[in-house]
């Protein structure tokens, strides 16, 4: 079994910035890949970056690509997603999960991840 919290979220004006974490507990962090998605109202839930278990390989969705930067501590067991140059259309809950059986690719379908956690809420103004 494992746990995963986010936090960071919060409400930021266009163009500002915010840095979200997720703390994973019970099983061993470094093994496996890890991803955020976000889910705006009346959409679906979509990807936005993932890693791999060594932080060797990432991805990205091109909506946030040269904006956002995804990485990890696996001494502290939490992967951070940093989001810069923050647009209204970023406005969304973000979800971080967890591939525990194929850690070595950054998975971008959210049905490839085994664990998530409950969101943390980032508003954007414009």
């Known amino acids: 079994q494992v746990q995963l919290v986010e936090s ?25 890949a890890m991803g955020w998605f976000r889910q705006a109202p009346g959409k679906e839930r979509e990807f936005v970056a993932a890693i791999n278990w060594s932080g060797g390989v990432t991805y990205y969705a091109d909506s946030v690509r040269g904006r956002f930067t995804i990485s990890r501590d696996n001494a502290k067991s939490t992967v951070h997603l940093q989001m810069n140059s923050l647009k209204p259309e970023d406005t969304a ?8 059986k194929h850690g070595d690719l950054a998975w971008v379908d959210r ?16």
């Open 8 to 32: 960071g979220g919060g409400l930021v004006q266009a163009g500002g910035s915010l840095r979200l974490s997720c703390a994973a507990s019970g099983r061993t962090f470094s093994g496996y």
């Open 93 to 100: 809950v973000y979800y971080c999960a967890a591939n525990l």
């Open 111 to 126: 049905y490839e991840y085994d664990y998530w956690g409950q969101g943390t809420q980032v508003t954007v103004s414009s």
